[in-house]
Nanobody, 124 residues
């Protein structure tokens, strides 16, 4: 089992940057791919970025491609999401989650473990 805790959210002006962290407990963390997803009120949670267990395969939603970088440090049991050139449309609660091995980053039903979320607010 894996427990996930996000941090690093906050208020930033448009064009600014934030780095989100997802800290995990559990000795098997390095075996899990991790996804970042976000949700705004009234909308379904959507995929943002994903990284495989070793860190050598990453995926991004088109909406953040070129502006976000996902990475991980398995020695620290942490996954990061560096977000640059932030836009007001990026305002959301950001979650990290661990999908099943056969699951798709893009399907919410693929995720077995979720963090509690961290709020990102981008002002114009």
């Amino acid at each position: 089992q894996v427990q996930l805790v996000e941090s690093g959210g906050g208020l930033v002006q448009a064009g600014g940057s934030l780095r989100l962290s997802c800290a995990a407990s559990g000795r098997t963390f390095s075996m899990y791919a991790i996804g970042w997803l976000r949700q705004t009120p009234g909308k379904e949670r959507e995929f943002v970025a994903g990284i495989n267990w070793s860190g050598d395969s990453v995926h991004y939603a088109n909406s953040v491609k070129g502006r976000c970088t996902i990475s991980r440090d398995n020695a620290k049991n942490t996954v990061y999401l560096q977000m640059n050139s932030l836009e007001p449309e990026d305002t959301a609660v950001y979650y990290c989650a661990a999908p099943r091995p056969s699951g798709s980053y893009y399907l919410l039903g693929s995720y077995d473990y979720w963090g509690q979320g961290t709020q990102v607010t981008v002002s114009s």
